[in-house]
């Protein structure tokens, strides 16, 4: 009897096969979607603040972030990389083209750009985050000028005014009065018959200091390689008079290269605080420093903390003030630890003559701001703008005597414009960052003191690391790059204009003059409705860096300067 084996093979199921996938020409719907929305996050970043002062004005709030045009261009970089992304990485590694037609593009950008960063870098950003290139092989401007050399300089003389004696003097940040403004000359607005004459014009050191001017003298401080100076030209014809380094250099990719702070002239000596926190006093006819100190080392500040407190270099200029016939230079300080109060010092205050410590007041991290005197009820007090408060401070022991929140932080959010004082112990502010303008109120109410905001709008004069100028209840400034004329109290600018950048202003008289990131000069009406330009120039130019040094007035010169070169223009007037 015979048995019949199973056929095993035949008894298995047989494996199922995957249906074949048809071939891509066109890519799948998910693709199409991504790179639409990377498209519209593109399209908003260049359109939104355009979209938001017109059409959408009245939601904007809702999305107050678009107000930042640094945030605007970078929506920009980021939906227009995944527009193009996203395409071509389905191109490459999804769809059913030839090889070459496949390959070639990813391997032509991707070649293209490697070329690019092998002879260029990113040597820093404007005002609105938008990349800045160079030549990655060559020395930065500020590397190829040199020091001052003895044989580059001019015998001056010796005799030097007073600041009370010089009705001309500019003698320190933001003038004569610290405010971004002054009386005088009266300008003729006729810039097409009267256009500014060019006196001179020399390449200087990097950085982004204004000039002190006093006397046929103009100073300031500059980076030339790893020195960096406090130097002093001569007004009339920008040759050097003295340049006094020390061995120090800041230097970030966002915030460039070299110190910040415009000198303060005193008594005859110039005070100035590099952006590595050297605070040095030196003899205004010869540069011979008189004394000088180290905040971070009479702190107990690493670099390493340093960097993460104040990420983009100390930038606070001096401020003088008398007591009891005894002049004190007044600078913010610091400390070791932001995240302990106790260790921290909002301002100090230095003996003038011999730089011995007078005072210490606050605790709290500083910003990139300068203290100014002010006057409540008729008393003084020193204002301090810190990291993420303001503080009026006693002004012959320091002490605190009130405190305003006013967010920051200076490693982002930086907080870098002035206070101004309104008058009636009214004071206005701004900075950038969404936050905008505001007013306030200081009132004493015995022993203490109350503060009240009177008036904010974050819609307007969000000024980024810009100052305003105040005339009666108008206020002109640079708004996250554009112009604005704004009456205190009211819901929108007056008017606006475009194309300055994170320029600078001063007020001269009723007239504003208005220095442009890219060294576009511009005199604007202040009494018209509407934007009136009165002329314009091309005042200054660079290789890399913009144009943010504060301007500096003498008479009828004007002193401008930039990271790479500083000129002088006699300014036309009228009776």
């Not at 007591?323 to 400390?335: E, K, L, S, Y």
């Not at 409540?376 to 305003?404: F, R, V, Y």
Request: proline letters at 7%; charged letters at 20%.
């Amino acid at each position: 009897m015979s048995s019949q084996q199973p056929n095993s093979e035949a008894s298995q199921p047989a494996p199922e096969t995957k249906p074949k996938r048809e071939p891509r020409y066109s890519p799948p719907l998910r693709n199409l979607l991504a790179t639409i929305v990377a498209i519209v996050v593109a399209l908003t970043g260049i359109f939104g603040r355009t979209l938001g002062d017109g059409v959408l004005a009245d939601v904007y709030d809702v999305v107050p972030i678009l107000r930042d045009q640094a945030v605007c261009n970078l929506m920009v970089l980021i939906g227009g990389f995944f527009a193009i992304f996203i395409p071509l990485m389905w191109l490459t590694f999804g769809s059913a083209y030839p090889r070459i037609v496949r390959y070639t593009p990813i391997t032509v950008i991707v070649l293209g750009v490697a070329l690019f960063f092998v002879v260029f870098e990113i040597q820093g950003v404007s005002g609105n985050m938008i990349p800045r290139f160079g030549y990655r092989f060559g020395l930065a401007p500020d590397q190829r000028l040199g020091g001052l050399n003895a044989e580059d300089r001019i015998v001056a003389p010796d005799a030097i005014a007073k600041v009370a004696d010089d009705p001309k003097a500019f003698p320190q940040f933001l003038g004569p009065n610290r405010n971004n403004k002054v009386d005088g000359p009266k300008l003729n607005p006729d810039w097409q018959a009267n256009p500014p004459e060019e006196l001179w014009r020399v390449p200087i050191g990097a950085g982004w200091s204004g000039f002190a001017a006093l006397d046929g003298r103009i100073y300031t401080m500059e980076q030339r390689g790893d020195e960096e100076l406090v130097s002093c030209y001569d007004m009339n014809t920008g040759k050097p008079i003295w340049g006094t380094a020390i061995q120090a250099r800041h230097e970030t990719v966002m915030g460039y290269v070299g110190p910040r702070c415009t000198p303060l002239l005193l008594d005859g000596k110039v005070y100035a605080l590099g952006a590595t926190g050297v605070f040095r006093c030196l003899d205004q006819k010869s540069g011979k420093i008189v004394w000088q100190h180290d905040l971070l080392e009479m702190y107990g500040v690493s670099p390493g903390v340093e960097g993460g407190n104040i990420a983009w270099g100390r930038s606070q200029s001096p401020l003088a003030y008398e007591i009891d016939g005894r002049n004190v230079v007044i600078i913010p300080a610091g400390g070791p630890d932001a995240s302990k109060p106790e260790a921290m010092t909002s301002i100090v205050a230095f003996d003038a003559a011999t730089g011995e410590t007078v005072w210490e007041g606050g605790h709290h991290q500083v910003s990139y701001a300068s203290p100014l005197v002010a006057q409540i009820d008729g008393a003084d007090q020193i204002i301090s703008i810190n990291e993420a408060t303001i503080t009026g401070h006693e002004p012959t022991t320091g002490k605190e005597l009130w405190s305003l929140d006013w967010p920051g932080s200076s490693s982002g959010a930086a907080t870098c414009s002035q206070v101004h004082s309104l008058g009636d112990n009214k004071f206005f502010v701004s900075k950038g960052y969404t936050e905008g303008a505001q007013t306030f109120e200081v009132k004493k109410d015995g022993d203490k003191y109350n503060v009240e905001v009177t008036w904010q709008n974050p819609r307007v004069l969000k000024t980024k690391f810009t100052n305003v100028a105040i005339q009666g209840n108008d206020v002109f400034g640079i708004d996250d790059g554009i112009l604005e004329k704004v009456t205190i109290g009211e819901k929108r600018p007056a008017w606006r204009e475009r194309g300055f950048g994170h320029g600078q202003v001063l007020l001269v008289g009723d007239q504003l003059l208005v220095m442009g990131e890219e060294g576009n000069l511009a005199l604007v009406d202040t009494a018209a409705d509407k934007y009136t330009e009165l002329g314009r120039i091309k005042a200054l130019s660079s290789e890399v860096a913009p144009t943010w040094n504060p301007l500096c007035i003498y008479g009828d010169l004007l002193l401008v300067r930039n990271a790479e070169e500083a000129a002088c223009y006699r300014l036309a007037t009228q009776p």
